[in-house]
């Protein structure tokens, strides 16, 4: 288990202990975090970084519904260049959602998750686990790549 933190004075605190939404998003973006991170350090041009938002946040959609979200974003000296996030609505804790940019480009439920009333080996399910971070990675490596594609200098 691992718990999930926030730097002291954070405007959204910690979420209430029954809320499995920001440990559930916490876990994943921690398990994706270095291909997640290689993806946009691969694609970043002169002068711009990768930034690794470290820590669950609580947001808002654009109709105000809140969601327990982590990000990565490539940012230059103007600002952001795209935006990697992982969210979970706080209407649905088992949905993971991943946008890049505007666009969502994979959702879904965890296998561990959907199996849980289920008896599953553990071998079964680290091997689903990978294939569920593998669609993740795969989806969030197309859209940035499509994205970098059309972006001009």
Known sequence: MRAVTAPIGHANGLP???DRAPSLINWIAH?????????LAAVARRGERVI?????????????????????????DTGL???????????????VHVRVGELTVAEGTPPWISGRQETVAVSIDLAQRQRFYDTLIEAIGEAVKDKRLFRRD
Do not use: H, M, N
Request: charged fraction near 40%; hydrophobic fraction near 40%; aromatic fraction near 8%.
């Open 16 to 18: 209430d202990l029954e």
């Open 31 to 39: 398990d994706i975090d270095g291909p997640v991170s290689a993806l």
């Open 81 to 95: 260049v795209l935006k990697v996030s992982i969210f979970i609505d706080e209407g649905d804790d088992s949905l």
């Open 52 to 76: 690794i938002d470290g820590y669950v946040q609580r947001t808002r959609d654009i109709i105000r519904r809140a969601r327990w979200e982590r990000s990565w974003r490539l940012v230059d």
